[in-house]
């Protein structure tokens, strides 16, 4: 609800979020609000071997992809770091083995390349909260892709350049 008291205008901070262009999240620890410009918050405590390992994954994954591309790749991999059925570090994500490698790069050895500027960019940018694929866990290129079982069992919910994200 919006109203005028003593010549200040009041209004509700969805509403002001909204005009603003901003996203709202509600972090239930410290009961606040955050205002981002991007869809969530991800803590931005992250240390070099994070951003080391990250930026590899993107790179590896996604150098011919947008910068967009890039973000998204990242956020999979936050994502699953926040999730309960991956490991809770973005380096045992990415080495994962549960079911098989997790990522190409790893059995390909690619992820030991030197990540490019934009990659780790893009990965700065996810670990300080830009994230364009919401909660998504994973992606394929279906051009490449061997196996379509993210496909057959996973929602989708949007293609970034060659990749395609599901939930």
Known sequence: MNFIYNGKIYASLK??????GLKTLYEEVSDSILLTRHSFYFNANYTYEDLYWLSRIVHAEAAHESYEGKVAVANVVLNRV????????????????AGGVQFTPVAAGTIYNDPSEE???AAKDALNGYNNVSWCLFFFNPKLAKSFWIADTCDFYKSIGNHDFYF
């Open 119 to 121: 990659a780790i960019r």
């Open 15 to 20: 509403v002001m979020a909204d005009a603003l």
């Open 82 to 97: 926040r999730h309960d059925s991956f490991p809770d570090t973005i380096y045992g994500v990415i080495f994962d083995k």
